[in-house]
């Protein structure tokens, strides 16, 4: 359908947008985004007439819109457990169900190594809460565990945007929280927001458990790819990287691997934490347990369904 003719108003766009086949909801986003003002302002001002450089930004993303670009990246950032992030189409749109993830992790957040008198990987209630630690710096440390006045080590396998570390350091900003990708693109995000939110991050690009070879976590924590090659969910998600969600073995292929090579990276007590598809619980479990594991539980999506899956390292 072509553009309406002269300089169309906020009504005008909205029944464009709504002529396209974009949502409402998301239509009113980008033209929000586009006259920087909010939805209210924009029921409010619906005679409101564009500008020439408005009418062009909200007509480019309603485009991308239409040919089923993901949101975030019309808009270039997404909110995530209170986090403003820059996302590309270099990593995956973070999702609301993942933040169940870094809600599990939390809960299991290991104390500082120096005041374990307690079992490990239960909740730190003296864990410090803020954003900002900029005294730390992202380096990579020395082979081995951690000596006993560290704080915790915890592990985003496959990082991404690095919304899941920047979850985990927000909340504990003492913690050495280190991030993996096999992605130097994507990684290059994660670096990025971390620069942005003042939340340092010891960055490793690799594959899995080869891009921290020689290092020990309290905690471990993966969103890794786990959607079988023949699923007919991928013909909607054709704008994000394939290769972040599509793995062999109906899906199980990195799961396995992540699980398998665990115990060698973890210290005795640490948790190792799993987001995977909604079919996969059992096979999940069954492999932690495989590897020795104990403890293992599950936490449910924002549907009610068992997306992720966990245990813990006896010790």
Same mark, same amino acid.
């Given at each position: ?31 929000? #985004? ?12 619906? #005679?409101? =007439?564009?500008?020439?450089?408005? =009418? /062009? ?8 819109? @239409? ?7 019309? %808009?270039?950032?997404? #909110? ?9 189409? *270099? ?5 609301? *169900? ?20 307690? /079992? ?64 130097v693109a994507a990684l290059s995000v994660a670096q990025a927001n971390a ?5 340092? %991050? ?7 458990? /080869? ?17 079988? #090659? ?7 998600? &054709? ?19 992540? &699980?398998? *090579? @665990? ?15 909604? *079919?996969?619980?059992?096979? =999940? ?10 403890? &293992? ?19």
């Amino acid at each position: 359908m072509p553009w309406p003719e002269g300089q169309p108003t906020v009504q005008a766009c909205l029944q464009q947008a709504q002529a396209l086949g974009v949502a409402r909801l998301d239509a009113a986003l980008l033209l929000g #985004e586009a006259l920087k003002q909010t939805r209210a302002w924009l029921l409010a001002h619906g #005679e409101y =007439v564009l500008t020439p450089e408005q =009418v /062009s930004l909200f007509r480019g993303w309603l485009q991308q819109r @239409a040919q089923g670009v993901p949101l975030a990246y019309c %808009l270039g950032r997404r #909110e995530f457990h209170g986090l403003m992030l820059k996302v590309t189409p *270099d990593v995956l749109d973070p999702r609301p *169900d993942t933040e169940a993830l870094v809600d599990w992790a939390l809960e299991v957040w290991p104390k500082d190594r120096s005041d374990r008198l307690g /079992s490990p990987g239960q909740p730190d209630p003296s864990a410090p809460l803020g954003r900002l630690d900029r005294s730390d710096r992202s380096h990579r440390l020395a082979p081995g565990p951690a000596s006993a006045s560290q704080p915790p080590r915890v592990l985003d396998l496959g990082t991404g945007s690095g919304a899941i570390a920047l979850a985990l350091k927000a909340a504990h900003p003492h913690a050495q929280v280190h991030a993996c990708d096999a992605s130097v693109a994507a990684l290059s995000v994660a670096q990025a927001n971390a620069d942005a939110l003042g939340l340092p %991050l010891a960055l490793h690009a690799g594959h899995w458990w /080869s891009a921290v070879s020689g290092l020990q976590f309290d905690l471990a924590v993966a969103n890794p790819p786990y959607i079988r #090659e023949d699923d007919p969910h991928l013909a909607g998600l &054709i704008h994000e990287p394939r290769t972040a969600l599509v793995a062999a073995q109906e899906g199980l292929a990195d799961l396995r691997a992540i &699980i398998e *090579d @665990a115990p060698a990276h973890l210290v005795p007590g640490a948790w190792l934490l799993l987001e995977h598809g909604h *079919d996969q619980a059992t096979a =999940v479990a069954q492999a932690l347990a495989g590897a020795g594991f104990a403890d &293992i539980g599950h936490r449910c999506d924002l549907a009610g369904h068992t997306r992720c899956t966990g245990g813990r390292l006896p010790g």
